[in-house]
């Protein structure tokens, strides 16, 4: 199975209904990025009126795990994947239509590779910014995620 941004939102609705509902939206996936975003709206504020930093973990989240996903499938390998840690950062307020971006796809091949080799489990940490429609940054991502062949 090909993964791309339709199925992904498909497999947001049924089973991650919460980020569906926020307005989490993949919009671009390839071998090297992947763009989510998300729009500033009642169901995803905070008591001031901005995107609530949740839902910009969710959007952040899933630009990484994204990537892995497809990387992972492309391989045939039996590969688990789990988020191990998270950094956040804000920088401003987030309203309008937030941009999350992952540009880190090489780095996920090579770790996946040494996985693969190895036959241990590999730590790979993503890093991701989030910008508005004015491309000024609002927030900033780390997530250390761990893969490992299963046995």
Known sequence: MTINPRKLNTFLMFKLPSAYITGVRTKYLDDTKCIVTVKHRWINQNPFKSLFWAVQGMAAELTT???????????????????????????????????????????????????????????????????????????????????????
């Open 65 to 151: 795990g994204a990537l892995i996903i497809k990387k992972i499938k492309e391989t045939n390998e039996d590969i688990a994947m789990l988020l191990v840690k998270n950094d956040a950062s804000y920088s401003k307020k987030a309203t309008g239509r937030i941009y999350f971006e992952c540009n880190e796809g090489k780095l996920i091949d090579s770790v996946i590779e040494k996985a693969i080799e190895s036959g241990e489990g590999e730590l790979v940490t993503l890093n991701v910014i989030g910008r508005n429609s004015d491309n000024i940054e609002v927030s900033r991502f780390s997530f250390t995620w761990s893969m490992k062949v299963r046995a």
